[in-house]
């Protein structure tokens, strides 16, 4: 018998290791489901493997780097002289925390009982799929499948990708040596995050943004917080540049990217999508066929690991008979910079009509100026009966700061609602409470602009 003619059915099919694809994977088997997950790759996918969680490491490291050398030691009494780096060290590191990382992943995949196949998998029909790996030919016939096979960076005409003078992010991330100088492309948190950690690195960065701005619709206030800091740190920041006019090299591109749906053989099981070629789902993750499901950067909305989670979930559980939808009213964004910045608003709040507006500086917060830092500020945006619409931080931690404010639009707080909480003192979070009162003309720690 030739292998691959054997047919193995399971309950659920999943396509793809990544946040999407192993989290709903893992809750599925929590709901009584056999389930098989497939990918070529190591557990986690390109976000912890390649992208999120390695830049994320590299920033910590380079933080404490950039702070142990920095002027703002000497004015708290602490000296520091000499002070290094080692980059094949700082990669071996960050190396470690992804194989921890993965390693996780996989114990929780088998304590599930999550079968794992190594190999690429694609449609013959809607009811099955072919794995080729490393046991050659196989063949699944599923109840249900979800595609959970991510994305990758956006190719541009003309630039192509080379790993040495065109780069991806993640091929950035990877760099076996430090170059003298590197010129970064794009307006979005990977782009600015990049930019932050080879400065703090001692490398000279140029970041060429095609917009007018360093991040797509951000708030200008904050945004120029960071511009200015981004400055302070050595990066010449360059607007309105299109890529392809770019001559510096070596470049990496932070241009977006493109749904992973390649060699699926989509048409096989009639499956749509986008013009993009992200897969058309609904929002309890069905495509175009009833039976299976996408997840993720596949489905061509924004790239965030946060969506991809929450979408798994939601997949697995209507497989399972639950009544349940994808239907976030904010998604929070977050970037690492010096200082951080986190962005969260509702539609209404983007509209930026009829707003109240809330604004308080981290000069005049207590915890802000013990920790040396009083660069930043907290914004909040509310309809005119106090509904809270969007918030934006700038601050040390600001990606923590924002949960509470995540949490409070969901629940369709007001900013009496936040002035009425009691906050640790003194607390970064107290910017939330002084904010809110700021919109309100009560600030205490401010001077109220209609009450001078």
Not at 23 to 39: E, F, M, N, Y
Not at 150 to 162: C, I, K, N, S
Not at 341 to 346: G, K, Q, Y
């Amino acid at each position: 018998m030739v292998v691959g003619d054997v047919t193995t059915a399971v309950d659920v099919l999943v396509l793809g290791a990544g946040p999407g694809g192993y989290v709903a994977a893992i809750r599925a088997a929590q709901l009584g489901r056999k389930v098989t997950l497939v990918d070529a790759g190591a557990p986690g996918g390109t976000c912890l493997n390649l992208g999120c969680i390695p830049l994320k490491a590299l920033l910590a490291a380079s933080e404490r780097y950039a702070q142990a050398r920095g002027d703002d030691l000497v004015a708290l009494g602490i000296r520091s002289e000499n002070v290094t780096f080692d980059w094949s060290k700082m990669q071996a590191w960050k190396q470690s925390v992804v194989g921890r990382l993965s390693e996780g992943v996989r114990r929780l995949l088998s304590g599930n009982g999550v079968e794992c196949v190594h190999g690429t998998g694609w449609f013959i029909n809607d009811q099955e799929v072919r794995v080729e790996g490393e046991h050659g030919s196989l063949r699944f016939k599923f109840d249900a499948c979800i595609i959970a096979t991510g994305a990758e960076a956006t190719p541009l005409a003309g630039l192509p990708y080379d790993g040495k003078t065109v780069l991806t992010p993640e091929q950035a991330l990877a760099l076996p040596e430090l170059p003298e100088a590197l010129s970064i492309a794009g307006d979005d948190y990977i782009a600015l995050e990049l930019a932050t950690l080879f400065a703090r690195l001692n490398v000279n960065v140029k970041l060429y943004t095609p917009g007018a701005h360093i991040l797509a619709n951000g708030d200008p206030t904050a945004l120029r917080l960071v511009q200015a800091a981004m400055r302070k740190q050595g990066i010449a920041i360059t607007t309105k540049t299109a890529a392809s006019a770019i001559q510096d090299r070596p470049l990496v591109l932070s241009q977006g990217v493109t749904p992973r749906t390649a060699g699926l053989h989509l048409d096989a099981a009639d499956i749509a999508r986008h013009p993009n070629g992200g897969i058309k789902v609904d929002n309890q993750q069905r495509t175009s066929r009833a039976n299976i499901y996408a997840v993720g950067d596949c489905t061509g909305g924004p790239a965030l690991a946060s969506r991809a989670i929450k979408q798994g979930k939601v997949a697995a559980e209507v497989i399972a008979g639950q009544r349940v939808q994808f239907a976030p009213l904010v998604t929070p964004l977050v970037v690492h910079t010096t200082p951080e910045i986190a962005i969260v608003s509702t539609d209404a709040g983007n509209t930026g009509e009829g707003l109240m507006t809330g604004r308080f500086p981290l000069a005049a917060n207590g915890r802000a100026l013990t920790l040396g830092t009083d660069n930043g500020v907290a914004l909040l945006s509310a309809a005119q009966d106090g509904t809270l619409l969007g918030a934006t931080i700038v601050a040390p931690r600001a990606g923590d700061l924002v949960g509470q404010l995540v949490l409070a639009l969901e629940m369709g707080a007001t900013l009496t609602d936040l002035s009425e909480i009691l906050y640790a003192h003194p607390g970064l979070g107290e910017i939330t409470l002084e904010a809110a009162e700021s919109a309100m003309g009560k600030a205490i720690h401010i001077v109220n602009m209609g009450l001078q």
